[in-house]
């Protein structure tokens, strides 16, 4: 049987981060979705109420809380490959990842490097 887990300790200001990144339209929908289940952890939903209520297993929500408490906002950002290209600024968090946001590495029209 599973224990009940504690709330999960966000600050004021993941608070406001994971809330516009679950608002903002632009956010890739997996971050949003990691984003949903730090928020609902901070309110101190279980990890069973919360893998019910977004559709998902508990070890997924087990696994997404202990990587927020390990690395913070940082561990919710995708593992992007480098040949990936992204816009630097689309006025939305969304490609925020470790602590800087992301540029094309890559042009995407011949792969050769930026």
């Known amino acids: 049987m599973a224990g009940i887990s504690a709330a999960l300790a966000v600050t004021s200001e993941d608070r406001a981060k994971l809330e516009r990144l679950v608002r903002c339209g632009k956010t890739e929908q997996r971050v949003a979705f990691r984003s949903r289940i730090i928020l609902k952890a901070a309110e101190g939903w279980s990890n069973s109420a919360i893998a019910e209520a977004l559709g998902t297993s508990r070890p997924t929500v087990i696994d997404w809380r202990k990587r927020y408490d390990a690395e913070g906002m940082a561990g919710l950002s995708p593992q992007v ?34």
């Open 81 to 114: 490959p480098l040949w990936l290209c992204f816009p630097a600024d689309l006025g939305c968090p969304r490609f925020e990842l470790r602590g800087a946001p992301l540029r094309c590495f890559r042009d995407s029209t011949t792969g050769s490097a930026a």
